[in-house]
């Protein structure tokens, strides 16, 4: 049986969980890859890398993300991180100093909170409603701040796993230029949507030099790889490669770089992203069909078309920190929404997510759920 799954029903289910089953995840086609790299019998992958990452290596990473975005990605525009928690950690030291003021979305992913809270930034929340960033109050913070970055989530963000609409695209790109700050576009779930168009790498789409996207095997491969990349203009990526850390250490990862390069040479990677969007858009139906069918009356959410969340509002008078300890005593968790807000607002939210268990298992769970609500 697979793991999450209603094996565990007399356990608590966890929806707060962000990361994939242990079914999901490609051992066999992981071990088959790294048998290729090993038997060719070339020992440069375990060697200190290329600061940008091996060249060969990016080219395969670029036809693969030129193939899956429709679009073209050269790898004179890629550098290869330890994923996308570490890329935002070495953006942090590269363009923010102590106290800088920096802007995120509110809500957004918790530990991207705690990743600006180790570099002390003053971090202001600008509100995201069902088109993404709301431009109106991101015009009245920079008329107050000068911030050094805008970190944000345009596909299927963490948690709401609502998308940027493109006019406020537009208008975001338009602000960075003329008040010149980075964007930082967190793009973790960009390759996994369900239903609607494919959003493109925010790189992609502006000619701009101020705009860093960073992607991830995390959600499309597997979370132990530790491998992401950023893409940017080569440029921007000059004061990657020049960082102490990449200076002294090299390309960052090449063992791991080495073994997803034969991962997706082999074809693997792109049809596990074709059995990974089938697989969720089937757990995020079951999810939210629960919703329906068990807390229709207490809730308010949007079916997602991409990510791995579903972002729930219960009635305003509702604490949803109290309610997760009844929840648990019931055997169903979840993540509150004030966990994703960095002013301790959003109380009435919660986070819920079908990546881990199978459908069976969130049909229980939110039928746990609705005995407590
Ligand atoms: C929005 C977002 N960014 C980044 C990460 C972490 O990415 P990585 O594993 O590549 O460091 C997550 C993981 O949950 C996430 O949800």
Redesign the pocket.
């Known amino acids: 049986m697979e793991s999450g799954s209603l094996k565990t029903t007399h356990n608590i289910i966890d929806l707060g969980l962000?990361?994939p089953s242990l079914s999901l995840l490609p051992l066999h086609e992981m071990e088959k890859a790294m048998n290729r790299v090993l038997h060719r019998k070339n020992p440069e992958f375990l060697q200190y890398g290329r600061a940008l990452g091996d060249d060969a290596s990016r080219l395969i990473l670029a036809r693969f993300l030129s193939e899956v975005n429709e679009e073209c990605i050269t790898p004179e525009g890629l550098f290869i991180?330890?994923?996308?928690?570490?890329?935002?950690d070495l953006a942090c030291t590269l363009f923010t100093g102590r106290h800088d003021t920096i802007f995120v979305e509110e809500p957004?992913?918790f530990?991207?909170h705690t990743i600006f809270s180790d570099h002390h930034l003053n971090v202001i929340g600008i509100p995201v409603d069902d088109q993404g960033i709301t431009i109106e109050a991101l015009e009245d913070m920079l008329r107050v701040y000068s911030p050094a970055f805008l970190y944000i989530?345009p596909p299927f963000?963490?948690p709401t796993s609502v998308s940027l609409a493109p006019d406020r695209r537009e208008k975001l790109l338009t602000l960075s230029k003329k008040h010149d700050f980075y964007i930082l576009s967190?793009e973790?779930?960009q390759l996994l949507h369900y239903s609607g168009p494919l959003i493109l790498p925010l790189a992609s789409m502006a000619e701009s030099e101020k705009v860093i996207s960073?992607g991830?095997?995390?959600?499309i491969c597997a979370?132990g790889l530790?491998?992401?990349w950023i893409q940017a203009h080569p440029s921007v990526l000059r004061n990657f490669t020049h960082a102490g850390y990449v200076v002294s250490s090299g390309g960052l990862n090449p063992f791991t770089l080495g073994i997803i390069t034969s991962f997706i040479e082999a074809g693997y990677q792109k049809e596990h992203l074709l059995y990974l969007r089938e697989k969720y858009k089937k757990r995020a139906y079951a999810l939210s069909s629960a919703l329906q069918k068990y807390c229709k009356e207490k809730t308010t959410f949007t079916e997602p078309r991409g990510g791995?969340f579903i972002w729930v509002e219960l009635e305003s008078d509702c604490d949803a920190e109290e309610l997760l300890e009844r929840a648990e005593e019931k055997g169903v968790s979840f993540q509150p929404g004030v966990r994703f807000s960095h002013r301790g607002k959003l109380k009435n939210y919660v986070r819920l997510s079908f990546s881990y268990y199978d459908e069976e298992a969130l049909t229980e769970g939110v039928r746990r759920l609705s005995e407590v609500l």
Request: charged content about 10%.
């Open positions: 962000g990361h991180t330890n994923g996308i928690s570490q890329g935002l957004t992913y530990y991207a989530i963000q963490n967190d973790a779930y960073f991830s095997f995390s959600k979370p530790r491998l992401g791995f």
